[in-house]
């Protein structure tokens, strides 16, 4: 009876050290106990940015679940590029982590120098939401679909001009890429945000922009501004009517705006796999779907192996339509 108890008792142990090979993320996370203390999260801008107000709405669920809480510490300054580097050089033990903007993959282009090499320096947990931008225009323009706004711009080649929220913002860069794909002249008109580039769009004397959903919804809605195309590479839930740019009949034109987790390079692979997942968790709850419906955010995840690759793939892409586009690098 000794001899089969004590059988019975390393088969047990056997199963357990198979089940814990079989999931080293979850099974290994769970029992070190990760995390025993707050996790500090620094969103690389100032408090109420669209990154964010997405930061908080993600984090809050993930607190909850994982039974810490997830304190957004805001280290705006230098395009992002401040936030970065003290995550870059944050002890890697999942303790400080960072909710970045797809500005990540800009910055290696736009500074001549940085204290930190973006693909190297960082490990990829998950995108959490890609955010559609509109390419919207006044109804007096008499511009009612995308090739509509095409030939008019082919028409008087320069004529035409288009709002951006800065010089090298998202929204400046979508719509270059917009231009470039569709083969069209147009001038940018940079502002100090998205609400006078909506402004200057809804009396007409800007042309057209490719605007953030959230501050144009009510505008669309109400027939004040019209929708032609979105600029990702899939239609926003948010306007499921609305095609894509490529949809619409310029093919390449698509540009992806994201929002996403990062760690520094290094990080347990447990503890990454284990963000993850409570971030997947969170993305799936009606409260945060609700949240990401009237931001015009849509849910978006890799496994980390996947987003890592995707970083890398996009600094290349970024680094060719910043060239394109003749923006200037900060030395």
């Not at 910055?107 to 959490?128: C, E, K, N, W, Y």
């Not at 502002?191 to 006078?196: D, T, V």
């Not at 993305?283 to 990401?292: D, G, I, N, W, Y």
């Not at 931001?295 to 060239?323: C, H, M």
């Amino acid at each position: 009876m000794k001899q089969l108890a004590r059988t019975t008792a390393v088969s047990a142990l056997s199963a357990l050290a198979c089940l814990a090979a079989l999931l080293p993320g979850q099974a290994f996370a769970q029992n070190n106990g990760y995390p025993t203390k707050p996790i500090r999260v620094i969103v690389p801008f100032a408090a109420g940015s669209t990154t964010d107000i997405i930061a908080r709405a993600i984090t809050d669920k993930m607190g909850a679940s994982m039974g810490q809480a997830l304190v957004i510490d805001n280290r705006g300054g230098a395009s992002g590029t401040i936030g970065q580097q003290a995550v870059a050089t944050a002890a890697p033990d999942g303790y400080t982590i960072m909710i970045h903007s797809s500005s990540h993959t800009v910055s290696p282009s736009t500074f001549a120098r940085l204290p930190f090499d973006t693909a190297r320096d960082f490990a990829g947990v998950t995108p959490i939401s890609s955010l559609p931008n509109a390419l919207v225009i006044s109804p007096s323009k008499n511009i009612k679909t995308l090739p509509q706004l095409l030939a008019a711009a082919r028409a008087k080649p320069g004529s035409m001009n288009f709002a951006s929220a800065g010089q090298g913002s998202a929204t400046h860069l979508n719509a270059e890429k917009f231009k470039m794909a569709a083969k069209i002249d147009a001038t940018n008109i940079p502002f100090k945000g998205s609400g006078e580039a909506v402004t200057e769009v809804l009396s007409g004397r800007v042309d057209y922009y490719f605007s953030p959903i959230a501050p144009v919804i009510g505008q669309i809605k109400e027939g004040q501004l019209l929708a032609l195309a979105v600029g990702s590479p899939r239609r926003a839930d948010a306007l499921p009517d609305v095609p894509t740019t490529t949809e619409a009949g310029v093919p390449g034109s698509e540009f992806n705006f994201w929002i996403g987790m990062m760690a520094p390079a290094k990080t347990p692979r447990d503890v990454v796999d284990r963000l993850h997942a409570e971030v997947t968790k969170a993305l799936a709850t009606p409260e945060v779907k609700e949240r990401f419906l009237k931001l015009g955010a849509d849910a978006w995840t890799l496994k980390p192996a996947q987003f890592d690759a995707y970083i890398k793939d996009e600094i290349a892409s970024n680094a060719e339509l910043v060239k394109a586009a003749g923006l200037s690098v900060q030395q």
